[in-house]
């Protein structure tokens, strides 16, 4: 599912998302061909409802998600007590070669990407959030693709 029907179906959650995102580099863990996990700092380009990343052709992250596009995407929280909350998602990764959608993630980008930057588009089955009450209790949220959300706490 794209972030569209994030937005759609769980407004609240897609919109902490995207604020957690926009705040800084976020952490892309991709599939190894071993099957380890590899981990990459990344700036996630929300909009026009898509999640992007671009990075160098030669990036290990383009060879994981190419090879099995199965990713998961963090925005850590901000100091050790939980400051700002935390967000995660999960899908896949496919790269995008459309001339249109790479101009959408151009024009909603942070950064200006280079021209020769590869583009994936991240599709997502589960978003999770955790955030904490005043008193330090965690509010936990989660979205899973075809399902509505939940609440935990």
């Known amino acids: 599912m794209s972030w569209q029907t994030l937005e759609q179906e769980d407004i609240e959650l897609a919109e902490f998302g995207r604020a957690r995102f926009a705040r800084r580099p976020a952490y892309l863990a991709t599939v190894r061909q071993d099957?380890?996990?590899?981990?990459?700092?990344?700036?996630?380009i929300v909009g026009g409802g898509h999640l992007f990343?671009?990075?160098?052709?030669?990036?290990?992250?383009g060879h994981d998600l190419?090879?099995?596009?199965?990713?998961?995407?963090?925005a850590s929280?901000?100091?050790?007590?939980?400051?700002?909350g935390e967000f995660l998602i999960t899908g896949r990764g496919a790269l995008v070669e459309n001339v249109e959608l790479r101009a959408?993630?151009?024009?909603?980008?942070?950064?200006?990407?280079a021209d020769r930057y590869i583009l994936f588009?991240?599709?997502i089955e589960t978003a999770f959030s955790t955030t904490y009450d005043p008193d330090g209790t965690p509010v936990r949220k989660r979205w899973r693709r075809a399902?509505?959300?939940?609440?935990?706490q």
């Open 66 to 74: 190419r090879r099995d596009g199965r990713y998961a995407l963090h």
């Open 147 to 152: 399902q509505t959300q939940s609440r935990d």
């Open 77 to 84: 929280v901000e100091d050790t007590a939980g400051g700002g």
């Open 104 to 113: 959408e993630a151009i024009r909603h980008a942070s950064y200006s990407p």
């Open 35 to 44: 099957g380890s996990p590899r981990v990459h700092p990344v700036t996630p």
């Open 121 to 123: 588009e991240l599709s």
């Open 53 to 61: 990343i671009f990075m160098e052709p030669t990036s290990p992250k």
